[in-house]
C-alpha cells in the first residue's frame, strides 16, 4: 500500500517561490503517475500539476502554466512541485496523489492521497 506524504508547505510572500515535495513509503513512485491537487478555503479541489508514470509528459492548469513545474527527483525518490511567482490566490492546501502507470491524473482515477500541506501566500 502507498502512502504519500507532502513536505513544504509554509508561509510565503506574494511573488515568492515555495518547493513542495511528494514522497511515498510502502511502494516506490516510479511507476505511478503524479499529481498535484489543491484545495483554497470554501472552494473545490482542483487539479494543479501531473508527471506521467512513464513518459516525460506533464500537465498544468492554465492557472499555474509558465509559474509551476513538477518533476521528479530519483535520487531523493519524490516528486516535487516548484511554485514560483506566487500568488495570493494560490493559497491553498496542496495534495499529492498517485495513480499507476498512467500517462495523466484526472482526479477520479488517483489511487492514494497524501493528507495535505498547507501553503499560504501573504505579505
Known amino acids: 500500500q502507498l502512502q504519500l506524504v507532502e513536505s513544504g508547505g509554509g508561509l510565503v510572500q506574494p511573488g515568492g517561490s515555495r518547493r513542495l515535495s511528494c514522497s511515498g513509503s510502502?511502494?516506490?513512485?516510479?511507476?505511478?503517475?503524479i499529481g498535484w491537487f489543491r484545495q483554497a478555503p470554501g472552494k473545490e479541489r482542483e487539479a494543479v500539476a501531473c508527471?506521467?508514470?512513464?513518459?516525460?509528459?506533464?500537465d498544468y492548469a492554465d492557472s499555474v502554466k509558465g509559474r509551476f513545474t513538477i518533476s521528479r527527483d530519483y535520487a531523493k525518490k519524490t516528486v516535487d512541485l516548484q511554485m514560483d511567482s506566487l500568488k495570493p490566490e494560490d493559497t491553498a492546501v496542496y495534495y499529492c496523489?498517485?495513480?499507476?502507470?498512467?500517462?495523466?491524473?484526472?482526479?477520479?482515477?488517483?489511487?492514494?492521497w497524501g493528507n495535505g500541506t498547507l501553503v499560504t501566500v501573504s505579505s
Open positions: 496523489a498517485a495513480v499507476w502507470y498512467q500517462d495523466n491524473c484526472p482526479q477520479e482515477d488517483m489511487q492514494f
Open positions: 510502502g511502494a516506490s513512485l516510479d511507476y505511478y503517475a
Open positions: 508527471a506521467s508514470s512513464h513518459t516525460h509528459r506533464a
